[in-house]
């Protein structure tokens, strides 16, 4: 199965917005629960959001507010909305199943949050 792609990560001011993608190479997409997770240099990968087929979502604490995940199952594409980013945000973010799927981890995309 062909990895999901990642793309829309750059560099940020702390307060200011990013809109990351994830294209998803499945047929099968408008079926799968999908989720964002990032992990930053030394730390474990964790999920930060996630939405279910029938758009429940559901958010890691420390983004609640900030954060929005959605999904065109048209385009077989999911996003996530980033706002008032934080430097506490900065990570590599990758899109995935939930629960994620070894062999379907892309190369993420990087986002920095500095001043």
């Known amino acids: 199965q062909e990895q999901f792609v990642e793309s829309g990560g750059g560099l940020v001011q702390p307060g200011g917005s990013l809109r990351l993608s994830c294209a998803v190479p499945?047929?099968?997409?408008?079926?799968?629960?999908m989720g964002w997770y990032r992990q930053a240099p030394g730390k474990q990968r964790d999920l930060v959001a996630r939405?279910?087929?029938?758009?429940?979502?559901t958010y890691v604490e420390s983004v609640k507010g900030r954060f929005t995940i959605s999904r065109d199952n048209a385009k077989n594409t999911v996003y996530l909305q980033m706002d008032s980013l934080q430097v506490e945000d900065a990570a590599v973010y990758y899109c995935n199943v939930n629960p994620a799927r070894f062999g379907l981890w892309g190369q993420g995309t990087q986002v920095t949050v500095s001043s």
């Open positions: 939405m279910t087929p029938d758009g429940m979502t």
């Open positions: 499945s047929n099968q997409f408008s079926f799968y629960t």
